[in-house]
């Protein structure tokens, strides 16, 4: 078992092609599961499965929450296992989960390089984490 929240450092920054991969389980009886590409200021890429509205928000931060964006469909489960894959492009985030593309969230933040942390917080276990 890794940690949670779980957090990691990029080195030398995102670039396009860049990918994380976590495998978990989600608790039983989850709230909420936050995963976070930071930068110093803020977040790059907030991608935030919410079980208590059965629905997963997309943003960013910076010194406030911009607008959010609803990717359709809630690809976690409460007590189920998973695998979810982000990948970066130079003009999005694009979320596997469980080999599904489920979101794309153009950049907000463009400069790549000054992403350098990874996290994963909330009511998740992870056994396995590529980042
Ligand atoms: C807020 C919530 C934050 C974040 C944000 C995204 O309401 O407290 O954790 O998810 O929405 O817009």
């Not at 009886?29 to 976070?36: D, G, K, S, T």
């Not at 907030?46 to 010194?63: A, E, I, L």
Request: aromatic residues 16%.
């Amino acid at each position: 078992m890794i940690p949670v929240p779980y957090r990691s450092i990029i080195n030398g920054g995102l670039k396009p092609g860049k990918s994380f991969t976590v495998r978990g389980v989600v608790n039983t009886n989850p709230h909420r599961i936050f995963f976070n590409l930071r930068h110093i200021f803020g977040i790059a890429f907030h991608y935030n499965p919410r079980f208590d509205q059965n629905k997963v928000v997309c943003n960013t931060w910076d010194g406030h929450w911009g607008p959010e964006e609803y990717p359709a469909g809630m690809p976690f489960k409460a007590g189920q296992p998973f695998e979810i894959y982000i990948f970066c492009t130079d003009h999005s985030f694009n979320v596997f989960v469980n080999g599904v593309h489920v979101c794309s969230f153009k950049h907000r933040f463009w400069s790549l390089n000054e992403i350098d942390v990874f996290e994963v917080a909330g009511d998740v276990q992870i056994n396995h984490v590529d980042a």
